[in-house]
Nanobody, 125 residues
Framework: VQLQASGGGLVQAGGSLRLSCTASGDTFSRSTMGWFRQAPGKEREFVATISWGGSIPFYADSVKGRFTISRDNTKNTMFLQMNSLKPEDTAVYYC???????????????????WGQGTQVTVSS
């Protein structure tokens, strides 16, 4: 599965961005998907994940109430709506997917086998 992330950019604090992740192949609708981010000099960290059916989202505490993860299985696309952005949200954002039937901790990057190339989000103060 190939993943393509897009939608990043430069925004002022308090603003919003919507990231998209488009997947190739025919396993997307059966895959748990997630967003991670990595700031300069820091380790990659979990942001949000969504179950294959889209009914069970889960968020990092740092983004809960501000970010919303969703997916459209008919279009093989996942989204991350980011509102009330803060300078500390600045990072490269990666989308990732688990293979169907995989098990593992959904907030652990090692549980995800497929990764997109990342899209830069910069929030100015």
């Amino acid at each position: 599965v190939q993943l393509q992330a897009s939608g990043g950019g430069l925004v002022q604090a308090g603003g919003s961005l919507r990231l998209s992740c488009t997947a190739s192949g025919d396993t997307f609708s059966r895959s748990t998907m997630g967003w991670f981010r990595q700031a300069p000099g820091k380790e990659r960290e979990f942001v949000a994940t969504i179950s294959w059916g889209g009914s069970i989202p889960f968020y990092a505490d740092s983004v809960k109430g501000r970010f919303t993860i969703s997916r459209d299985n008919t279009k093989n696309t996942m989204f991350l709506q980011m509102n009330s952005l803060k300078p500390e949200d600045t990072a490269v954002y990666y989308c990732a997917g688990m293979r169907p039937g995989s098990s593992g901790m959904i907030a652990n990057a090692r549980s995800y086998e497929d990764w997109g190339q990342g899209t830069q989000v910069t929030v100015s103060s």
